[in-house]
Nanobody, 120 residues
């Protein structure tokens, strides 16, 4: 079993920044990613990064968020800049062993989430 634990969530004003982190076995799984889900909404992919470092972003975060991974420390990061109210959601980190994308079907392991609240 693998254990994924997110941290770094909190409350921020519109335009502010937060950085999320997740302990993950970076060298074991090809793809590490971030997903989010707001109340009453479907889960959506945010960003993903492969072991070699290829990055994939949802259109609604491209240019604002940066995904990165520290394979030595086994930590996945999501730098969230210029936050908007619609970014309010529970954010989950996930890991998968195959194809890397922001499609959740390729991820087998999930954390329990960290809440991000963006107020206007």
């Amino acid at each position: 079993q693998v254990q994924l634990v997110e941290s770094g969530g909190g409350s921020v004003q519109v335009g502010g920044s937060l950085t999320l982190s997740c302990g993950a076995p970076a060298d074991t799984y090809n793809c590490l990613g971030w997903f989010r889900q707001a109340p009453g909404k479907e889960r959506e992919g945010v960003a993903a990064i492969s072991r070699p470092g290829s990055k994939y972003y949802a259109d609604f975060v491209r240019g604002r968020f940066i995904i990165s991974r520290d394979n030595t420390k086994n930590i996945l990061y999501l730098q969230m800049n210029n936050l908007k109210p619609e970014d309010t959601a529970m954010y989950y980190c996930a890991a998968g062993g195959g194809r890397c994308s922001i499609d959740s079907k390729y991820f087998a392991y999930w954390g329990h989430g960290t809440q991000v609240n963006v107020s206007s």
